[in-house]
């Protein structure tokens, strides 16, 4: 199946999975949003909202964050999932991705999905592991990083192992979508193409999967959110009480 210019088939799954483009109903991303690799830039541009700061400011208000590396892991966190859900589920239901090309899709910080992201040009790319390994991990979950240890200081296994989390959680929700449809093939599709995600360099070791279960060896950190406790996938199986420092790296 082709890719379509409004990414129809990502909607009744919802969420995260969602992405809106220039062919929307709704109408094109304005035009005074960033764009992703605005945001990624280590220094944001004089003329442009420092589109990184504010969602990590946002975050933090929400949730009430203790520490900023707090509200900078879940951000980071939340990012992932939308590329990684967006890019697995166009692979599984599509077998093409499109180029999520960061010039291309605009960001509203402030926002929560399915509102947050607006690609600008739908063009197809083959639907393979390698090429979803480029357009998320390196076009990017890199720079992202990059970034957020420059501004932040923020531990890179603690980013490596929100990125596999992220990955393992779209995969259980479409799997989860899936197989309530009857979609075997949709389903099987994600499964394959998670687990040699997961075997790429970047995300090798983040953690381990047990058919759609991930058990991360890291922790992201949202204990440490009043009320938040631990993932299901968290390394811990109970909010520590010691300084996650040791573990957040």
Excluded: K
């Excluded at 197809?124 to 990017?140: E, M, Q, R, Y």
């Excluded at 922790?219 to 631990?230: A, E, T």
Aim: hydrophobic share 40%; proline share 8%; glycine share 10%.
């Amino acid at each position: 199946m082709d890719l379509d210019a409004e990414l129809a088939a990502l909607r009744p799954l919802g969420g995260f999975f969602v992405l809106r483009t220039r062919a929307d109903p709704a109408g094109p991303a304005p035009e005074g949003l960033a764009t992703l690799a605005e945001t990624y830039a280590t220094v944001a541009p004089e003329a442009q909202r420092d589109a990184l700061a504010l969602r990590v400011a946002t975050v933090a208000g929400r949730l009430r964050a203790p520490e900023p590396r707090v509200s900078v892991s879940i951000s980071q966190q939340g990012l992932a999932a939308r590329l990684w859900s967006v890019a697995l589920g166009c692979a599984a239901l599509y077998g093409r991705v499109p180029a999520l090309d960061p010039r291309r899709l605009r960001w509203d910080p402030t926002a929560t999905a399915h509102e947050d992201l607006w690609l600008t040009e739908v063009r197809p790319l083959p639907g393979d592991a390698a090429t979803l390994a480029d357009t998320v991990l390196h076009g990017h979950l890199e720079p992202l990083g990059v970034a957020l240890r420059a501004r932040y200081g923020i531990a890179p296994g603690l980013l490596r192992g929100n990125a596999g989390s992220a990955l393992a959680g779209a995969a259980r929700e479409l799997d989860r979508w899936a197989r309530a449809g009857g979609r075997t093939d949709v389903a099987e599709r994600a499964r394959v193409l998670t687990d040699e995600l997961l075997a790429h360099p970047l995300l090798r070791g983040t953690g381990t999967r047990t058919a759609t279960a991930f058990r991360r060896r890291s922790c992201c950190l949202y204990y440490r959110v009043p009320g938040g406790g631990v993932c299901g996938d968290c390394c811990f199986t109970r909010p520590p009480r010691s300084s996650p420092r040791a573990v957040s790296g």
